[in-house]
């Protein structure tokens, strides 16, 4: 079984013969090396280029360990291109070579060169690729299977399917295999033998338990606010532990700079205005957040609201938790101020959509709850509540935007009904 990654195919393709490092970024074991070497490579061929035009380095490698010196490998790259004709050269986990970003802006200066790379860690974040590559980087921000491409290889229907990428996520090692316990293992030990490894010795952590106490408490509180205050008081509570809250800033930064999570900040609606520093942390992979829980705590709501996240993200939107200030009045009659939430701001260029992640509602009162906070958004942007079953895509009498997550998931226009 290939999972054809087309989105991302696309897009290294419609790089072709820019000037501009294309630089595949993402979680360990999302894809990249498959995407670049396998899929992206085949294309190349296809398309007529020779074979002897594709220049390969896999920098993790054990027999490319002396090409992470640059002048080794600068050396091996002014041999390999013998005229003036347009060479491809792919190279794989990218950061191991030293001075990369130098290196690099010394390919692309040679100009019949088009160049691609991988990386997995946080030297090659966004900021990095703007400020090193001086605006020649372009990244492609990967992401682990969404659950339409999941589905591509799943022998089943759609809730069985949805259950099963819930639970094991959507990493493609996991997806490929069938029996459950190969499935449970492998990201059992993947966690823990190469994310939580690789933090420690990037970052040079000298404390692993404190970083792995926080991870777990990241996981059991996927979808809920928090702030470092909170998780180091959490610390001292429940783990009788003290940890500072400059450290917890500090962890959390690496871990979301090796892309395990992923943070959304509250943002005013109406003032327009990020505000305070509660905000929600989401897991890249909800298989590597159960597992790191030993599949014990498997809360569907959270659940839920984790995998649209990581949907919204992987199509491109940019993902904040809303804040509704507005009057509201009480028991006794009186108008008091009161703070509605809003699950999910999201903002694609000129294109907002608010969103409600519910479970279910089972009865009116459940879902004017849910739909309030929407109502009280004052503008003429898309508004959508996203229930796991229960509706085919419709607008109710509010003008707010009613689909199940399947229809969600399964259809990339679907916000744009």
């Known amino acids: 079984m290939e999972y054809a990654r087309k989105e991302y195919l696309e897009k290294l393709i419609a790089g072709m013969g820019s000037d501009q490092v294309k630089i595949i970024t993402g979680i360990r074991r999302c894809g990249k090396s498959y995407l670049l070497n396998?899929?992206?490579?085949?294309?190349l061929l296809d398309s007529g280029i020779p074979r002897e035009r594709i220049i390969e380095m896999d920098f993790d490698g054990y027999r490319s360990k002396e090409y992470r010196d640059p002048k080794v490998f600068l050396d091996f790259i002014d041999k390999a291109i013998t005229?003036?004709?347009?060479?491809?050269?792919?190279?794989?986990?990218?950061?191991?070579?030293?001075?990369?970003?130098?290196?690099?802006?010394?390919?692309?200066?040679m100009g019949n060169v088009d160049v691609y790379?991988?990386?997995?860690?946080?030297?090659?974040?966004?900021?990095?690729?703007?400020?090193?590559?001086?605006?020649?980087?372009?990244?492609?921000?990967?992401?682990p299977l969404s659950f339409s491409e999941f589905m591509e290889g799943y022998e089943g229907d759609k809730r069985d399917g949805y259950t099963e990428y819930a639970m094991y996520g959507g990493l493609p090692a996991?997806?490929?295999?069938?029996?459950?316990?190969?499935?449970?293992?492998?990201?059992?030990?993947?966690?823990?033998?190469?994310?939580?490894?690789?933090?420690?010795?990037?970052?040079?952590?000298?404390?692993?338990?404190?970083?792995?106490?926080l991870v777990n408490v990241l996981c059991s509180n996927i979808s809920g606010l928090t702030n470092p205050t909170k998780i180091a008081n959490t610390f001292k509570s429940s783990a009788h532990c003290t940890i500072s809250?400059?450290?917890?800033?500090?962890?959390?930064?690496?871990?979301?700079?090796?892309?395990?999570?992923?943070?959304?900040?509250?943002?005013?609606?109406?003032?327009?205005?990020?505000?305070?520093?509660?905000?929600?942390?989401?897991a890249i992979d909800t298989?590597?957040?159960?597992?790191?829980m030993n599949f014990r705590q498997f809360e569907e709501t959270?659940?839920?609201?984790?995998?649209?996240?990581?949907?919204?993200?992987?199509?491109?939107?940019?993902?904040?938790?809303?804040?509704?200030?507005?009057?509201?009045?009480?028991?006794?009659?009186?108008?008091?101020?009161?703070?509605?939430?809003?699950?999910?701001?999201?903002?694609?260029?000129?294109?907002?959509?608010?969103?409600?992640?519910?479970?279910?509602?089972?009865?009116?009162?459940?879902?004017q709850q849910e739909q309030t906070s929407l109502m009280k958004v004052d503008d003429s942007f898309r508004k959508v509540i996203i229930t796991k079953e229960g509706f085919e895509p419709h607008y109710n009498?509010?003008?707010?935007?009613?689909?199940?997550?399947?229809?969600?998931?399964?259809?990339?226009?679907?916000?744009?009904?």
């Open 287 to 292: 298989g590597l957040r159960n597992a790191r």
């Open 302 to 367: 959270h659940l839920l609201e984790n995998i649209i996240y990581n949907e919204l993200r992987g199509r491109g939107y940019g993902v904040d938790v809303g804040v509704v200030p507005a009057q509201r009045k009480d028991a006794d009659g009186k108008w008091r101020r009161a703070t509605y939430e809003i699950d999910f701001v999201c903002n694609s260029g000129s294109e907002r959509c608010y969103i409600q992640s519910a479970l279910a509602l089972p009865d009116r009162e459940k879902l």
């Open 83 to 109: 005229d003036s004709d347009r060479y491809y050269i792919l190279l794989d986990e990218v950061q191991l070579l030293g001075s990369f970003t130098e290196v690099l802006n010394e390919l692309i200066h």
């Open 245 to 282: 809250r400059q450290t917890v800033e500090k962890y959390l930064s690496y871990l979301e700079d090796s892309f395990l999570f992923e943070k959304a900040v509250r943002y005013d609606v109406k003032g327009r205005r990020y505000i305070g520093a509660d905000a929600k942390y989401y």
């Open 38 to 43: 396998t899929i992206f490579k085949r294309y």
């Open 174 to 213: 996991v997806a490929m295999r069938k029996d459950m316990k190969r499935k449970t293992d492998y990201l059992s030990n993947v966690f823990n033998e190469t994310y939580i490894a690789d933090i420690i010795e990037r970052n040079g952590v000298q404390y692993s338990s404190d970083l792995e106490q």
């Open 397 to 417: 009498e509010n003008g707010i935007l009613m689909m199940n997550v399947y229809d969600f998931l399964l259809d990339r226009n679907a916000l744009k009904l």
């Open 117 to 143: 790379a991988t990386g997995s860690n946080a030297r090659l974040l966004s900021k990095d690729i703007v400020t090193e590559f001086r605006g020649r980087g372009d990244e492609i921000a990967m992401r």
